[in-house]
T-cell receptor, first 114, second 113 residues
Framework: KAGVTQTPRYLIKTRGQQVTLSCSPI?????VSWYQQTPGQGLQFLFE???????NKGNFPGRFSGRQFSNSRSEMNVSTLELGDSALYLC?????????????FGPGTRLTVL | GQQLNQSPQSMFIQEGEDVSMNCTSS?????WLWYKQDPGEGPVLLIA?????ELTSNGRLTAQFGITRKDSFLNISASIPSDVGIYFC?????????????FGKGTKLSVKP
């Protein structure tokens, strides 16, 4: 059974640009959640999608958005990039949701904003 | 906004010792989660707690949902070298129709064989 895959694995952008990250969940999983991890702020929850609907949301500005497709694949978009957006972006998938079932995390996308 | 205070920040213990860490907040949470993250890996969900007072075990790990719903602790008994890593607590709360998940800053555990 394939694990959670994230693409790309590494990305370098400049301030002001926008970026789209992709997450493919484990087959059959309907919940995909996104997280930002930085040395300074630690792990922070961005949002969770379940069956194409945003079900839970963290405290990030509107520059951070996401969506989920009918095949459960999810994308996260960050517009008008800032230096502080440099981070490891993790996604996780699960059968039922954030805390209902075991979550499986992907390897992450390392975003560097110059 | 909601914040979690996780302590201790780091621990350096002898193999075989028991470990205790906790998370506290001034806010109420509906669910408490405990994760472990190894270097270069994504977090792994260890234990989920759903109601106040709940005590749940997963092998040598035991976690409790505080009775006030504002805190949780995680105990690891008889630590072994593979317990090394960073442990995160997270609290899930619902404000309106959507929930939010808040993480603690983590407890870095080092085990001396």
């Amino acid at each position: 059974k394939a694990g959670v895959t994230q693409t790309p694995r590494y990305l370098i952008k400049t301030r002001g640009q926008q970026v789209t990250l992709s997450c493919s969940p484990i087959s059959g999983h309907r919940s995909v959640s996104w997280y930002q991890q930085t040395p300074g702020q630690g792990l922070q929850f961005l949002f969770e999608y379940f069956s194409e609907t945003q079900r839970n949301k963290g405290n990030f500005p509107g520059r951070f958005s996401g969506r989920q497709f009918s095949n459960s694949r999810s994308e996260m978009n960050v517009s008008t990039l800032e230096l502080g957006d440099s981070a490891l972006y993790l996604c996780a998938s699960s059968l039922g949701g954030l805390a209902l079932n075991e979550q499986f995390f992907g390897p992450g996308t390392r975003l560097t904003v110059l | 906004g909601q914040q979690l205070n996780q302590s201790p920040q780091s621990m350096f213990i002898q193999e075989g010792e028991d470990v205790s860490m906790n998370c506290t907040s001034s806010s109420i949470f509906n669910t408490w989660l405990w994760y472990k993250q190894d270097p270069g890996e994504g977090p792994v969900l260890l234990i989920a707690l759903y109601k106040a007072g709940e005590l749940t075990s997963n092998g040598r790990l035991t976690a409790q949902f505080g009775i006030t719903r504002k805190d949780s602790f995680l105990n690891i008994s008889a630590s072994i070298p593979s317990d090394v890593g960073i442990y995160f607590c997270a609290g899930l709360f619902y404000g309106g129709s959507q929930g939010n998940l808040i993480f603690g800053k983590g407890t870095k555990l080092s085990v001396k064989p």
